[in-house]
């Protein structure tokens, strides 16, 4: 048992389906109180005021929306539910493929196996948010393709062009709503890297909508 505005007592939140939200508040001193009582969508209102009542009702909607917002969070999290992914190249050289993706392509190398080895043969690297795991010589066949996404295109093209990085498609706005370049790695992996499309066709987009 809880207490509850006004010095009322609630019980504790039921599920959902069967939603009883007790509100009570004072305005002015000419509302006293108010109970509204959702179940099963059944309305239930007593007060002096049917618009007060009426917010009322709509703060009580708005929480059983967030109750159910988290329902389905929980749901989401279940112990089957998958909760990450990340790709996996294989690669002829891990100790070469690590030099070129934190030298060339701007990742950064989490860890190496065995790490007591000086050759080593799986790690991990990351961009971002992004991780990416390679194995040497194992686990997948090359080429892989892995579409990336990043805030300036042309930006990142213009850094890659510079560390020297093979780029087989320069930064090309898509029919489809998205500037796109292709990039290869030391084993024929391609990154095809997207972001949103250039100023220029954003304002002809615009245009041709007027």
Same mark, same amino acid.
């Given at each position: 048992?809880?207490? &509850?505005?006004?010095?009322?007592?609630?019980?504790?939140?039921?599920?959902?389906? +069967?939603?009883?939200?007790?509100?009570?508040?004072?305005? +002015?001193?000419?509302?006293?109180?108010?109970?509204? =009582? !959702?179940?099963?969508?059944?309305?239930?209102?007593?007060?002096?005021?049917?618009?007060?009542?009426?917010?009322?009702?709509?703060?009580?909607?708005?929480?059983?929306?967030?109750?159910?917002?988290?329902?389905?969070?929980?749901?989401?999290?279940?112990?089957?539910?998958?909760?990450?992914?990340?790709?996996?190249?294989?690669?002829?050289?891990?100790?070469?493929?690590?030099?070129? #993706?934190?030298?060339?392509? &701007?990742?950064?190398?989490?860890?190496?196996?065995?790490?007591?080895?000086?050759?080593?043969?799986?790690?991990?690297?990351?961009?971002?948010?992004?991780?990416?795991? !390679?194995? =040497?010589?194992?686990? &997948?066949?090359?080429?892989?393709?892995? #579409?990336?996404?990043?805030?300036?295109?042309?930006?990142?093209?213009?850094?890659?062009?510079?560390?020297?990085?093979?780029?087989?498609? =320069?930064?090309?706005?898509?029919?489809?709503?998205?500037?796109?370049?292709?990039?290869?790695?030391?084993?024929?992996?391609?990154?095809?890297?997207?972001?949103?499309?250039?100023? =220029?066709?954003?304002?002809?987009?615009?245009?041709? &909508?007027?």
């Amino acid at each position: 048992m809880k207490r &509850g505005p006004a010095g009322s007592e609630t019980m504790d939140e039921p599920p959902l389906g +069967r939603l009883s939200t007790l509100i009570g508040f004072d305005v +002015r001193g000419t509302i006293e109180f108010y109970r509204i =009582e !959702l179940i099963h969508g059944r309305k239930i209102m007593r007060g002096r005021s049917i618009a007060a009542a009426v917010v009322i009702a709509g703060i009580a909607i708005g929480v059983g929306s967030i109750a159910e917002a988290h329902e389905d969070h929980d749901k989401a999290s279940a112990p089957t539910a998958f909760t990450a992914m990340t790709p996996i190249l294989n690669v002829a050289s891990v100790e070469a493929s690590i030099e070129h #993706y934190t030298s060339v392509l &701007g990742f950064n190398k989490d860890w190496d196996w065995p790490a007591e080895e000086e050759d080593k043969t799986f790690a991990s690297i990351s961009n971002g948010e992004v991780h990416v795991f !390679l194995a =040497e010589n194992s686990q &997948g066949a090359r080429p892989v393709w892995i #579409y990336y996404n990043v805030g300036d295109v042309d930006k990142l093209h213009q850094e890659y062009a510079a560390a020297g990085a093979v780029i087989t498609q =320069e930064p090309v706005d898509r029919p489809w709503g998205a500037r796109e370049m292709l990039v290869e790695d030391l084993d024929g992996h391609v990154l095809r890297i997207g972001g949103s499309p250039s100023e =220029e066709e954003h304002d002809e987009s615009e245009e041709e &909508g007027h």
